[in-house]
């Protein structure tokens, strides 16, 4: 099916304001058009993806975009996702875009609106169960898949590899984690995963992994769910034991990560790292602002695909749009269509 963008409400100037350290967006369209006002919650501001998806949304906003209530934050607490959202609907928002990080326990909340008629656009994750409008997110079972495939081809289908996993009450983190065991144990038997939980937590991943290669020295590789948490813990503990070898010298760990962050792609560039699932915080961004405009405008969807590259699919409480996520390498790292090369060059 082909999308088409359709403008409500009036639009007019938007303002962007620097409070405290989060770059807060403040007071757009505060006027006539306050009954049509979307509400956005972001979960955290502690990965560089993150803070990238936030300055999609504030450029995107500040150039035209939908009517918008100031910014919300929930800094990785389920708890205040739920108080914010409540705090945006309180303050007469009638779209709610979210991206609730523990999937399972937004349900209540979600359950909440829909009883209000406010529809929800939830980015980068599917909540586990209660109606959403729309799911704007790449397909993370893909993310894991293909980093299984990658690691798998360049270790000749044998060795000893970490796997970083991310939180597990997380349907990224589930999707990511089930879809590289299973790849590994059908395609890559010759392979020992050890499986390290991080809930998404650098301190915690470059911790465990500090612990394993104190046990198993002949580490071969490490598929790390989340780059924009994980790469410089791990990059800086590889360095310390003396393990960050370039690409293509011998010792070097094979590295692969999902974000596609300019670090990632400066990392790659170095030959630390070989390789990443580029998720699209660009898009993220901006599907995210048209599915909620779109909620207010009344329209509805089919399966099927877009005119921006990407898949509608039936979910069991709502749509998603699972958008493109490209692998990475040293063949592609300078493509200028990738966001983070876009966001480096001031975009």
């Known amino acids: 099916m082909r999308l088409r963008t359709r403008t409500t409400g009036a639009a007019a100037g938007a303002a962007v304001l620097a409070l405290a350290a989060l770059v807060v967006l403040t007071g ?7 009954a049509g006002r979307i509400g956005i919650d972001v979960p955290r501001t502690d990965t560089d993806f993150w803070n990238s998806y936030q300055q999609y949304l504030e450029a995107d906003l500040s150039h ?3 009517s ?6 929930s800094q990785n607490d389920i708890a205040k996702v739920v108080s914010d959202v409540q705090a945006l609907t309180s303050q007469g928002a009638r779209a709610i875009v979210m991206a609730p990080q523990d999937t ?9 609106l829909a009883a209000k008629k406010i529809p929800v656009v939830s980015v980068d994750t599917r909540p586990d169960d209660g109606p959403v409008y729309m799911v704007v997110r790449a397909d993370n079972r893909a993310y894991g898949e293909r980093s299984c495939e990658f690691l798998g081809k360049r270790l000749g289908g044998h060795g000893r590899v970490a796997e970083l996993q991310g939180d597990l009450s997380s349907i990224n983190g589930r999707d990511r984690s ?15 995963v050890h499986e390290l939980a991080t809930d998404w937590k650098g301190e915690v991943a470059s911790a465990k992994l500090q612990s394993l290669l104190a046990q198993h020295k002949d580490l071969d590789g490490v598929y790390l769910q989340a780059g924009g948490a994980f790469l410089q813990p791990v990059l800086a503990l590889l360095q310390q034991r003396g393990l960050l070898k370039p690409a293509g010298t011998p010792g070097h760990l094979t590295l692969i990560s999902n974000d ?5 792609l400066a990392a790659i560039r170095a030959g630390t790292l070989d390789a990443t699932l580029s998720q699209p915080a ?4 901006k599907y995210a602002l048209y599915y909620a405009r779109a909620a207010l405008a009344g329209k509805t969807f089919r399966s099927g695909p877009t005119d921006h590259g990407s898949t509608i699919v039936k979910i069991k409480n709502g749509w998603e749009d699972q958008l493109p996520a490209p692998l990475v390498t040293k063949d592609n790292v300078n493509d200028p269509q990738l966001w983070a090369n876009q966001l480096a060059k001031g975009k």
């Open 260 to 264: 596609g962050i300019p670090d990632e």
């Open 68 to 73: 918008a209530l100031p910014l919300a934050n």
């Open 178 to 192: 089930e879809a590289f065991a299973a790849c590994m144990k059908r395609k890559f038997p010759g392979i020992t």
């Open 282 to 285: 660009d898009l993220y961004a």
């Open 104 to 112: 399972g326990a937004i349900t209540a909340e979600l359950r909440r």
């Open 28 to 34: 757009c369209n505060r006027g006539s058009d306050a």
């Open 64 to 66: 035209g975009g939908p």
